[in-house]
C-alpha cells in the first residue's frame, strides 16, 4: 500500500459529526485578519476539525565566526550567520472528546524547513521525499500521522495508532510551546518520533499511565522485528501546581543484531503564580552503538522562567550533559555544558519573538565548538513564531 492510500484510509477512519464550537474567539494570523480560522473556510470547524500552522524563522550570530558558520552539537539553530525558516508546519487535526461516548479523531502534520532533518523517522516515511541536494539544509517531514480513539471504559481510555511523537523530554520539536528558540543537548539526544500504538488511561484526577508499544525511536519501517516498548507515568496536582512525570523507551534498534536501546526521562514542573521551574534528568544506554561497542549517557537539565506581564517573559536553562563514550556526538568522551537566557515578547496572540544569549563550553577529548578548535562558544540568537 502506497503512502496516499495508507493517508486516505486514515482520514476515511474519522467521524465527522457535527459538534458545538467551544470558543469561538479568532486565535491565528489568518483569523485576525479575515474574522475566521482556516477551518472555517474550509467548512470543517463545524465537524470538530482543525485546520492550522505555525511558521518559525530566525537568525543566530557564532561569536567565533567558524568558516562552515557550523554552530557544532548545537542542533536544529546550528547555522550560524544564515536566515533560516526552522519550521513551517501544516497541520489537520480532530481532538477526540473524551466523554461518556466512543470517538474517533486523528492528526496529520506537514513541516517543511531546516528542522526536518531531526524530525524524520528511518524506513519508508518521509527521510527521501526530496533530495538535500536541491535544498541544502531544507527537508520535508511528516513528524504525525495517527488515528486517536476514545473509549468510555472506566475514567476513560484513548489510543494513538500510527506515527506519532515520543513521551520523552521536556522541549517539543514543535517550537511555539518551548521558550527558548534553541534546544538542549538532551534534547538531541532523545528520539523524537515513534510508530505504533500507545494507550493512555487516567487512574484518577491526579494519576495517569501511558503504555506503548512502537518500531523504536525515529524509526518507521526499517526493522519491523525491532519493536520497543514505551511507557509512562505522570502524577498531577493542581493545588500545588506540581507535576512529575517518568517515561522509557526501551528496545532493540537493529532486527539482526544485539542493539537494546533504554532511554528514560524523568521531569519536576512546579508552578508558582508567574513563576516556573522545571528540573529534567535524562539517561540513556545502547549496545554495541559505536564499533562494537556499548554506549551511555545522561543530562541534568533546569529551566527556571518568570511572567513579568500578560505579554512578554525571562527564563533562564542550564544543562549537564555526559557523553560517557563519545556516540551522541562526535568529540569523545566529554562533559557538555550550556547556559542560556533569554526573552518570550508576545505582542500579538499569535506572534512571538524569542531573543537569547547561549554559552557552551565542554570537556572533552576533541574540541567540539568551531570546527575541533575550540573548547567553547558564545550564539546570540534570535527568532520569530507565527500562529496561522
Given amino acids: 500500500m502506497n503512502k496516499s492510500h495508507c493517508l486516505l484510509s486514515i482520514c476515511s477512519l474519522f467521524v465527522l459529526n457535527p459538534v458545538a464550537s467551544a470558543d469561538d474567539t479568532p486565535t491565528g494570523l489568518i483569523a485576525e485578519l479575515s474574522g475566521k480560522e482556516a477551518s472555517d473556510w474550509m467548512g470543517l470547524r463545524k465537524y470538530g476539525v482543525t485546520v492550522g500552522g505555525w511558521a518559525a524563522a530566525g537568525i543566530n550570530y557564532n561569536t567565533d565566526t567558524p568558516g562552515d558558520r557550523s ?70 517531514a511528516l513528524p504525525q500521522a495517527y488515528v486517536e480513539v476514545f473509549a468510555p471504559i472506566g475514567n476513560g481510555l484513548s489510543g494513538k495508532f500510527g506515527h506519532f511523537y515520543t513521551l520523552l523530554g521536556y522541549e517539543s520539536v514543535p517550537s511555539a510551546p518551548n521558550f527558548f528558540a534553541s534546544h538542549s543537548y ?18 484518577n484526577e491526579q494519576w495517569s499511565v501511558n503504555l506503548g508499544a512502537v518500531t523504536g525511536g525515529d524509526n518507521f519501517d526499517r526493522d519491523l522485528g525491532a519493536w520497543s516498548h514505551m511507557s509512562g507515568l505522570t502524577w498531577a496536582n493542581a493545588e500545588t501546581g506540581t507535576t512529575l512525570s517518568f517515561s522509557v523507551l526501551q528496545g532493540d534498534v537493529y532486527e539482526n543484531q544485539s542493539s537494546e536501546l533504554v532511554y528514560y526521562s524523568a521531569i519536576l514542573q512546579q508552578d508558582l503564580g508567574p513563576w516556573r521551574y522545571v528540573l529534567q534528568h535524562d539517561g540513556g544506554s545502547q549496545r554495541h552503538a559505536v564499533q562494537g561497542q556499548d554506549a551511555e549517557w545522561y543530562s541534568i537539565v533546569q529551566y527556571l522562567s518568570y511572567q513579568v506581564a500578560e505579554t512578554w517573559g525571562v527564563g533562564i536553562r542550564g544543562e549537564w550533559f555526559r557523553d560517557d563514550d563519545g556516540a551522541r556526538y562526535a568529540a569523545g568522551a566529554a562533559n557538555y555544558y550550556a547556559l542560556t537566557a533569554g526573552v518570550n515578547w508576545k505582542p500579538k496572540d499569535w506572534l512571538m519573538i524569542r531573543p537569547e544569549f547561549r554559552y557552551d563550553w565542554s570537556e572533552a577529548q576533541t574540541a567540539p565548538f568551531d570546527g575541533g578548535r575550540q573548547a567553547d562558544q558564545v550564539l546570540l540568537n534570535v527568532d520569530a513564531v507565527i500562529q496561522f
Fill in 71 to 140: 554552530n557544532g552539537p548545537v542542533s536544529m539553530t546550528d547555522r550560524s550567520e544564515e536566515f533560516n525558516l526552522y519550521q513551517l508546519d501544516l497541520f489537520v487535526e480532530k481532538a477526540v472528546v473524551k466523554g461518556t461516548a466512543w470517538d474517533v479523531g486523528g492528526r496529520f502534520d506537514f513541516m517543511f524547513g531546516t528542522d526536518t532533518r531531526y524530525a524524520q523517522a528511518t524506513g519508508h516515511w518521509d527521510d527521501a521525499l526530496i533530495s538535500e541536494r536541491d535544498l541544502r539544509f531544507y527537508d520535508i
Fill in 186 to 203: 538532551s534534547f538531541k539526544s532523545s528520539p523524537f518520533t515513534t510508530t505504533g500504538a500507545l494507550f493512555n488511561y487516567a487512574l
